[in-house]
T-cell receptor
């Protein structure tokens, strides 16, 4: 238990569906992140939020839409995805975006796009 | 180009044996180097964090070393256990305005009885 909870753990969706991934952290951290992990590739940073304000968007396609209503919750809204978007989506948190200490990851949401 | 390369890609060892995983990086300068353990289907969990001025850090049976001159790090696992079966990821932090993390692709370790 890392203090970062992601739901759902597994998601299968069609290319025309709309779904959302949810992340909640119980660590009192101020920064939250979405990462994408594809097979045999390094983790790719997608979005960074600090005090619920987006501070980084690494050229992520608009079919991924993040939302951060407060410092403890982070969502990733998905719509009209492509099969190549199938991957493990990891949420993480830290004390701050420039905190060079610990980064705490959730268990991930395994997404399959048919 | 800032890169982190890990070797081997995969490794199989018998329970009780020791092993060493390698991480070579081209990131310069860097602020810290981390090793994470990721069980299959789970999120990564931090094992060690070393600043550029440290050359060794231990966490139980895991010992990480860092040679900033040769830009190499290693993770040594002593007396391996079945639960050590996982991917081990090396991550280097670039001290820019975002403290960007550069991830390696990981080494997949399998420990058999």
């Amino acid at each position: 238990e890392t203090g970062v909870t992601q739901t759902p753990r597994h998601l299968v969706m069609g290319m025309t569906n709309k779904k959302s991934l949810k992340c909640e952290q119980h660590l009192g951290h101020n920064a939250m992140y979405w990462y994408k992990q594809s097979a045999k590739k390094p983790l790719e940073l997608m979005f960074v939020y600090n005090f619920k304000e987006q501070t980084e968007n690494n050229s992520v396609p608009s079919r991924f839409s993040p939302e951060c209503p407060n410092s403890s919750h982070l969502f990733l809204h998905l719509h009209t995805l492509q099969p190549e978007d199938s991957a493990l989506y990891l949420c993480a948190s830290s004390r701050g975006p420039r905190d060079t200490g610990e980064l705490f990851f959730g268990e991930g949401s395994r997404l399959t796009v048919l | 180009k800032n890169q982190v390369e890990q070797s081997p890609q995969s490794l199989i060892i018998l329970e009780g044996k020791n092993c060493t995983l390698q991480c070579n990086y081209t990131v310069s300068p860097f602020s810290n180097l981390r090793w994470y353990k990721q069980d299959t289907g789970r999120g990564p969990v931090s094992l060690t964090i070393m600043t550029f001025s440290e050359n060794t850090k231990s966490n139980g049976r895991y010992t990480a070393t860092l040679d900033a001159d040769t830009k190499q790090s290693s993770l040594h696992i002593t007396a391996s256990q079945l639960s050590d079966s996982a991917s081990y990821i090396c991550v280097v932090t670039i001290p820019d305005n975002t403290d960007k993390l550069i991830f390696g692709t990981g080494t997949r370790l399998q420990v058999f009885p």
